[in-house]
């Protein structure tokens, strides 16, 4: 079964200071992966995904993930954080077959100070 | 675009009524929905996949006969919870495939058993 990880609850940086979410997948193929974000009181928004080719993914709002196969990981990165990225974020992996269904992390919720 | 809205945002009923919740895909056609159930400061957890025109997949755990799953048109499917209970509150997402195996999801719905 596949499972994903997300080792840090909680991860505190100040606005302007690099930020890095760490994600950990367990998956036989080749995963399927997704980085989404919460912000209260709004539904979850797409980030960026990896489906296969470039392992360096970009994505919205200046993120970026890098998947690593050697790994498992899928680790999402910011050089300059935001106030306005203080939210909640969530790691996923696809499964394979039609239905493509998602496994969640638990979770990273980010603080930015001023 | 891959826009998906919920109806409602929030509701409270009294123990023992069947509260409906539509998920809508506005700008693509959807085969496949989700229904996730998010408990606070939780992740996200599957409930079922809906695809449409068929009987929807639940995961196990999940009771068919309270959580009523319809998928009648490739942008509509609701959730009806059944004869509530307040161990039934929770916030609830529905997500809609679209594109590229990518799952788009909704702001969720409140859901409030007295």
């Known amino acids: 079964a596949q499972s994903v990880t997300q080792p840090d609850i909680h991860i505190t940086v100040s606005e302007g200071a690099s930020l890095e979410l760490r994600c950990n997948y367990s998956?036989?193929?080749?995963?399927?992966l997704f980085w989404y974000v919460q912000s209260p009181g709004q539904g979850l928004q797409l980030l960026l995904k990896?489906?296969?080719?470039?392992?360096l993914v970009q994505g919205i709002k200046g993120f970026e993930a890098e998947f690593k196969r050697s790994q498992s990981s899928f680790n999402l990165r910011k050089p300059s954080v935001h106030w306005s990225d203080a939210a909640e974020y969530f790691c996923?992996?696809?499964?394979?077959?039609?239905?493509?269904?998602?496994?969640f992390g638990s979770g990273t919720q980010l603080t930015v100070l001023p | 675009g891959a826009v998906v809205s919920q109806h409602p945002s929030r509701v409270i009923c009294k123990s023992g009524t069947s509260v409906k919740i539509e998920c809508r895909s506005l700008?693509?056609?959807?085969?496949?929905m989700f229904w996730y159930r998010q408990f606070p400061k939780q992740s996200l957890m599957l409930m079922a996949t809906?695809?449409?025109?068929?009987?929807?997949?639940?995961e196990q755990g999940v009771e068919k006969d309270k959580f009523l799953i319809n998928h009648a048109s490739l942008t509509l499917s609701t959730l009806t919870v059944t004869s509530a209970h307040p161990e039934d509150s929770s916030f609830y997402i529905c997500?809609?495939?679209?594109?590229?195996?990518?799952?788009?999801f909704g702001p969720g719905t409140r859901l409030t058993v007295l």
């Open positions: 997500s809609a495939r679209g594109q590229a195996d990518t799952q788009y």
């Open positions: 998956y036989g193929a080749t995963p399927y």
């Open positions: 990896y489906f296969s080719g470039d392992t």
């Open positions: 996923a992996v696809g499964s394979s077959g039609s239905a493509r269904q998602l496994t």
């Open positions: 700008d693509f056609q959807a085969t496949t």
């Open positions: 809906s695809n449409e025109g068929s009987k929807a997949t639940y």
